[in-house]
Structure formats: C-alpha cells, structure tokens
C-alpha cells in the first residue's frame, strides 16, 4: 500500500523484529483497492502478547487507550491499532457483546467476523501481501455488497444500515442473500446516534444518496425506524412526469439533486439542506387528495412540520456547530414553496417580504432545497434539455442577494441604549417602539440611525401625547 505513515511502517518493523506481524484491516484496505486513498488506518498485530504490545507502543510516545471491553489503542489521529478479537453476543443491544483479543487467532477466524466481503480483507504492512479468506476483492470487481457470515452477521443490526450506506457511496448492489438476511433483522435496538452516524455517511459521502435511501426502503429500515418516509409510498405526487408518481420517488431524486447543490457550504448546513430534502414533503400523506382532475397536497408544508420534528427526534438532531440545524430543517420544511409564491408575486412583492422570511430561514439553505425540489420533477430518463427549469429559485435568490439577506436577516438598527440616550426609561414600551422601528425597518422605511432616532422620536412623543 502506498503512502503509509511512516510510524506505521516502523510500528510493524518492531513488531516483525519481535515475531509478530502487523496487518492493515478492514476499511483502509478496500479503499486502497478502489483507487481511494484512505485516511485512517486500522491494524491488527499478531502474534504479540497485550502487555509486550502496549510496552511496544508506548514507545512511540503519548498512546491512547480507548475501549472498556477490549482495548484499541490510538496513535495519533489515523492509526489504531489493535488484537484480532472474537466477539460473542449476549444481550440485546449494540454494547451486548462480550469481546476477547486473542493474538494467536488465525486469519481466517479473525476476518470472518467482519461484516461484509470488501471489509474482510487484510494486507501486510511491510511485504503488501493480501489476505482474501472470502472473496472481497472479487465482490469488489463486481461491485457487490455481500456478508461474510449467516451466524455472526445478525449479530449487530447496525449491519444493516451499514449495507445501505456502502451501497450509495460504491454504488454498488447488495447480494440477494444478503439483502433477505438484512430484511429480517430487528432494527429496534439501535440508539439514534448510531442510527444518524450511518444516515449521515449515506447523505455526506455519496454522489446518489437516493441509491442508499431506496436500500432503506428495500431492507426494510424504513419501515421498521422511519414511519414518516414510509407513509410516502403510495401517496400520489401531483406532477404527472413519472408513471408510478409517488412522493417517495420523488423524494429520492430531489435529495440527489439537494447534493448536488451543498459542497461549498459548511458541514452543519450541508446536513440542514440534505435533511430538509428527505423531510420537504413529508406533510402530503396528510393532504394529498384529487379533485378537479389533479392531484393536489394543498397546505402540505405547514402538514409536514409535526412528522419532521418526529423524524429528527429519532435522528436526535438539535445543533451543530452552533448552528440550529434542527429549527432550520423545520422551517425549511414550513417555506420550501415560498420561492415559488414569491416568484408568482414578484411585481407586486416588496423588499420586506425578504427581510421577514429571513429571520424565520436562511434563504440561501431555502433556494438550494426548493430548487432540488422543482429539479426533482424530472425523471432520469428524461433528456436534460427537457427537465423543468428553476426559474423562480433563481429569482429567488437573486433577489435575497441584492437585499443582503441570503444568510441572515438585517441586524436592528436602533437598540434600547439608544432608547435611554432620548431619556426614555426602561419598560415594556422599550420593547414596543423598538419592534416598530424594526418593522418599518424591513419595510425600508429606516435606513439607517438618524431615521431611526427621528422616528423613535415621533414614538415616545406620541406616547407623552
């Protein structure tokens, strides 16, 4: 493997030199095969006693130990390093396993209690040699996702997330097999982080996230943790491009089209916008009804507000980075139309339309999911030349731009010291003259602070009066 870390290649020097021998698991070795370069690396040593190796490693300065069960001991930010360890369930639950390190475990044993084929390779740090007990690099060729073992794969449910998410950043296709043994696990056991720690890989880390979201549905995940995006199957979608027309199918190309549009945005907003793709519709199994010839969801945004709570409630989203993703995802579910009323109002539509929806959502965020949203409407077998255009996002977003809104909205003007400054002393009406200046301040009837000091004036005489 090229470019390894030069401690680690010392590491497995000493460990040769003091007859053991150091192997690259896992994920760094399925990476390398697919022309990924990887970041971190796992090692197992063999051969090695846990007391010789810990004295081994602690020569390489400050070791962290982390792990109550069974010990991993981190190097740095990318290298861990490890025993083979055999794994025994015996409780409910992702923690219910009784782990043994055993430096005198045999390959093949080791491996097998890998989760999938292309995770169960090893490879020697120093000759390159791979160990492929069951058949990894050939699923990788045929880019197949396929478990390693009927007995230990059930063992941990998060397997079957992990399967899914594999799928969408590979693009690959689940084994048959593997795909009836994930359907009949219970997925019920799992804590939310866990839960989110794969969703986010799938949404972040792939180009088709929607490969990995109709795994969701096909392995039965959805239907077991997510009723919100199970309630869409069936729900006819309005626009008539498509035969089935359901939402959910919908849903799943707008989350493409949604990540398509997040790579310059921060981590916490990348998350905001992928989200508010998954959960956009999610009020029209609610509303969606035919009359007048049409499907219609009339009121579907504001519906689909109590089933997104729900659904980030399961994910246990709140804030990230300082940054309120969970308050954002709501809001841009409640206003993911508003570019398009606006657009359909732009003559008649004043600045402080603007100015008031940004202090509810960002209308950067707000233009990238309601733009993903109209390009959803496009089949994928429809020829680019044909797709519906986004034509009112681009207004949209034009305009927030001009009126400095894209992110935030306008900071008041007048502040209350200013309000002490006019020798008016602190009450409730503080409050209320200030929310008035703010007012014809998004209306931009204030521009700046002797305006409004001019204005807070007529105020506090009219309340002398």
Known sequence: MSNLPDKLIK??????????????????????????????????????EPQKLRGILESFGRVDA?????????????????LPRREKKVSRGHKGFVVEGD??????????????????????????????????????????????????????????????QFAARFEFEIDAETVELCRGIDLTDLPRERIWGELEKLLLKA??????????????????????????????QQIEWHPEGDVDTHTLLVVDRARELIDDLPYAKKVTVMLGAICHDFGKPATTEFF??????HAHDEAGVEPTVSFL???GIYTINNFDVREQVIQLVRYHLKPGEFYKQRENLGDGAFRRLARRVEPDLLYRVSRADTLGRNAVWMPKETWFDAVPQEWFIVR?????????APKPILMGRHLKELGLEPSPRFGEITKTIYEMQLDGKVENLDT??????????????
Not at 66 to 82: H, M, P, Q, R, W
Not at 209 to 230: A, H, T
């Open 400 to 408: 927030a731009r001009m009126l400095k809104v894209e992110n935030e």
């Open 292 to 297: 007048d010839g049409k499907w219609r969801s």
């Open 207 to 236: 180009e088709k996230p929607s490969i990995g979201l109709q795994k969701f549905y096909d392995l039965n995940i959805v239907k077991q943790l997510f009723p919100e995006m199970q309630a869409l199957v069936g729900v006819p």
């Open 11 to 48: 590491l497995a020097e000493i460990i040769k030199a003091n007859g053991g021998r150091a192997m690259l698991v896992g994920g760094c070795v399925r990476d390398e095969l697919m022309n990924i370069e990887p970041k971190d690396f796992d090692v197992e040593i063999y051969g090695i």
């Open 66 to 82: 982390v792990g109550e069960a069974f010990t991993v001991y981190k190097i740095g930010n990318d290298l861990d390093v490890s």
């Open 313 to 315: 409630d399961k994910l």
């Open 103 to 164: 430096p005198n475990m045999s390959f093949e044993e080791a491996a097998r209690r890998r989760d999938f084929t292309i995770n169960s390779l090893l490879q020697d740090v120093l000759t390159g040699e791979i160990i492929d007990i069951y058949g990894g690099r050939e699923d990788i060729e045929r880019k197949i996702i396929r478990h390693v073992s009927d007995e230990t794969f059930s063992e941990d449910s998060l397997r079957v997330l992990r399967a899914a």
């Open 452 to 465: 409004a000091i001019r204005e807070a004036k007529k105020l506090i005489d009219q309340t002398k009066n």
